[in-house]
T-cell receptor
Framework: AQSVTQLDSQVPVFEEAPVELRCNYS??????LFWYVQYPNQGLQLLLK??????LVKGINGFEAEFNKSQTSFHLRKPSVHISDTAEYFC????????????FGKGTLLTVNP | DVKVTQSSRYLVKRTGEKVFLECVQD?????MFWYRQDPGLGLRLIYF???????EKGDIPEGYSVSREKKERFSLILESASTNQTSMYLC????????????FGPGTRLTVL
C-alpha cells in the first residue's frame, strides 16, 4: 500500500527567502505524484503534478518539484516566497493502475513572515 | 475549468440531527469523493463513487452514508451527527482514467454541538 510522509508539519520563513517542503513516499509500483495548496478556509488547489518524463516539474505561482525515484522523494521548492504563499501544502501519491486512490500526506503549514 | 461546488461553507448542527452535505460538479466526471480533513491528520477518504448509484467505502466510512442519484451530484449523509464528526468536509471529482488528478470544492466546515 502507498503512503506519504511530509517531514515538516510547519515551516516558517521570511519573505523573499527560498523554501523547500519535503515529501517522501512509499510504494511497490510506479506512481503519480501531486502537490496541492490550501489557502485559509478554502479547498485544495493543484500546484503541480508528476506523471512521467522530466523529473523536474514546474507548477503555478513559481513553484517546482523534483521527482527522485531512488530516494522516493518529491520535494517542493520556490526560490523566493511571498507573504501570499502562506498556506498549507499537501503532497499526494497515486499508484499507476489504481482506479482512484489518492493518498495524502498530513500537510505542511508554510508561514511567510515579513 | 472544472468547478466543484458545495452547498454550504459553514454548518452548525446539534447532536443526533441528520445532516446532508451536497456536492455538485459541472464537468461530467465519473468519479466523486468525500474526504474529511482534521488538523494533523491530513485528508482521509470517507466514500467514493465511480458511477451513478455506485459507491465504495473509503478509509473511515463509519457513521456516514452517501447518495449519488445523478452523475453531477454526490451527497454525504450523517444519519445521527455526533460531536466527533465536527470537521472540514471536502468533496472532489475526477475524470476516469485521468491519472487520478482530483479537483476539489471549497469545503464545508461542520460543527456539531
Amino acid at each position: 500500500a502507498q503512503s506519504v510522509t511530509q517531514l515538516d508539519s510547519q515551516v516558517p520563513v521570511f519573505e523573499e527567502a527560498p523554501v523547500e517542503l519535503r515529501c517522501n513516499y512509499s510504494s511497490s509500483v510506479s506512481v503519480y505524484l501531486f502537490w496541492y495548496v490550501q489557502y485559509p478556509n478554502q479547498g485544495l488547489q493543484l500546484l503541480l503534478k508528476y506523471l512521467s518524463g522530466s523529473t523536474l516539474v514546474k507548477g503555478i505561482n513559481g513553484f517546482e518539484a523534483e521527482f527522485n525515484k531512488s530516494q522516493t522523494s518529491f520535494h517542493l521548492r520556490k526560490p523566493s516566497v511571498h507573504i501570499s504563499d502562506t498556506a498549507e501544502y499537501f503532497c499526494a501519491v497515486s499508484e499507476r493502475g489504481s482506479n482512484y486512490k489518492l493518498t495524502f500526506g498530513k500537510g505542511t503549514l508554510l508561514t511567510v513572515n515579513p | 475549468d472544472v468547478k466543484v461546488t458545495q452547498s454550504s461553507r459553514y454548518l452548525v448542527k446539534r447532536t443526533g440531527e441528520k445532516v446532508f452535505l451536497e456536492c455538485v460538479q459541472d464537468m461530467d466526471h465519473e468519479n466523486m469523493f468525500w474526504y474529511r480533513q482534521d488538523p494533523g491528520l491530513g485528508l482521509r477518504l470517507i466514500y467514493f463513487s465511480y458511477d451513478v448509484k455506485m459507491k465504495e467505502k473509503g478509509d473511515i466510512p463509519e457513521g456516514y452514508s452517501v447518495s449519488r442519484e445523478k452523475k453531477e451530484r454526490f451527497s454525504l449523509i450523517l444519519e445521527s451527527a455526533s460531536t466527533n464528526q465536527t470537521s472540514m468536509y471536502l468533496c472532489a471529482s475526477m475524470l476516469a482514467g485521468s491519472y487520478n488528478e482530483q479537483f476539489f470544492g471549497p469545503g464545508t466546515r461542520l460543527t456539531v454541538l
